[in-house]
């Protein structure tokens, strides 16, 4: 019996999530990265700029331990221990990045290659926020995007409006 229960179950969830997959919905892409090696430059990025903020407060936590020891051992031992591994961090931090710089150029890869700009310009480059109308009735926003902001699909007017100068007009307030 409750196997029973279990494939009608395992029916009924399958066909209400083939209405959601054969349903055209459109997700918008919350990050601002196009592309995955893009997200990940980002986030290498990020904690390479975080390590060398924290490296020299590390540095300076482990001299308060050695100064503020008193002539205890263990505390002026924890003191060395924090700064040996803020400096050993840090040179991790330095040599993964300086791989990476070392297979880019032996690899012959730009910068501009790697995030997807070509020549230092964008194609079809527009300003964040900017509108145009698509066509009488719809009208796209420039959103900011990596590397390069880009248009938004169609944005449809609302009913009995139309698109003038990027926005939806009511008929009745479009100048002459």
């Avoid at 400096?87 to 032996?106: D, E, K, N, P, Q």
């Amino acid at each position: 019996m409750d196997k029973r229960i279990l494939v009608l179950l395992s029916i009924i969830i399958f066909l209400i999530s083939a209405q959601f997959v054969l349903a055209q919905i459109e997700f918008l892409n919350p990050i601002k990265y196009k592309t995955l090696q893009d997200l990940i430059n980002a986030v290498a990025n990020f904690i390479f700029w975080v390590s060398l903020a924290i490296t020299p407060l590390m540095v300076l936590v482990g001299a308060f331990y050695i100064m503020t020891a008193a002539g205890n051992p263990k505390n002026v031992q924890l003191g060395q221990k924090i700064i040996l591994y803020a400096a050993i961090g840090l040179a991790l931090i330095l040599f993964a990045r300086g791989i990476v710089a070392l297979v880019r150029y032996v690899m012959g890869v730009s910068e501009e290659e790697t995030t997807g700009e070509e020549n230092g310009e964008c194609e079809d480059a527009c300003t964040v926020g900017e509108r145009k109308c698509d066509d009488e009735t719809h009208y796209r926003i420039c959103r900011e995007e990596q590397p390069c902001p880009e248009w938004s699909e169609p944005q449809p007017c609302p009913s009995g409006w139309v698109c003038f100068d990027g926005e939806c007009e009511n008929i009745g307030n479009i100048p002459e």
